[in-house]
């Protein structure tokens, strides 16, 4: 009976959270990456094709690895020291950058972390990123895929649906061209 109440309860936790989002001038939030500007983008099916350019902000290359995923309501976010391992599950370290997409309701299990290593250190931070991700944090729901993806310079935690999960994949390769993008298993995921 405490099984149901809990289940019943998480659903219309979950329902109202969707119902309550937060409003702008009468109107929801638009997903990043849907404004006008994006939307005669999104007409082509084609995502970023070239690297980085120097100086380029980390949130501005998550808007690119997310152009044309289909998202849950999401907020892209800068992070720091202070908030890093909120959404990370690791220590802030100097020499690193990063932002993340985070669903803006509980009922949708979508995270996205982006990190870059100023010190081409970014395995190092996958294989703790795999190792630590609580990838049931969710509590209720919980995502159809958790993967960190890295390459030298940049790890990339993703926690979300398969379907958007295959476009950020395909954003992220096209993002570092012709580096090799490795793969892990969050292992959180599997227990």
């Not at 937060?22 to 990043?32: A, D, F, L, R």
């Not at 599950?89 to 949708?108: C, L």
Request: with cysteine; glycine share 6%.
């Amino acid at each position: 009976m405490k099984k149901l109440l809990l289940a019943t309860a998480c659903l219309l936790l979950s329902f109202s959270l969707v119902a309550c989002q937060p409003q702008v001038n009468g109107s929801t939030p638009e997903k990043p990456g849907t404004s006008s500007e994006a939307s005669a983008s999104e007409s082509s099916s084609e995502a970023p094709s070239t690297k980085p350019q120097d100086g380029e902000k980390v949130a501005d290359l998550m808007g690119k690895i997310v152009e044309g995923a289909e998202l849950p309501p999401a907020d892209v976010l800068d992070f720091d020291a202070k908030n890093f391992e909120d959404y990370s599950f690791i220590p802030w370290r100097d020499g690193i950058e990063a932002a993340g997409s985070e669903g803006s309701t509980s009922s949708a299990a979508h995270s996205l972390v982006l990190v870059r290593s100023k010190e081409g250190k970014a395995e190092d931070l996958a294989k703790e990123m795999a190792d630590k991700v609580d990838a049931q944090k969710w509590i209720c729901v919980q995502p159809e895929v958790a993967k960190v993806l890295y390459t030298k310079d940049y790890a990339l935690m993703a926690m979300t649906f398969e379907k958007t999960y295959e476009k950020v994949k395909e954003n992220f390769q096209k993002m570092v061209g012709d580096e090799t993008v490795q793969e892990l298993d969050i292992k959180s995921l599997a227990k």
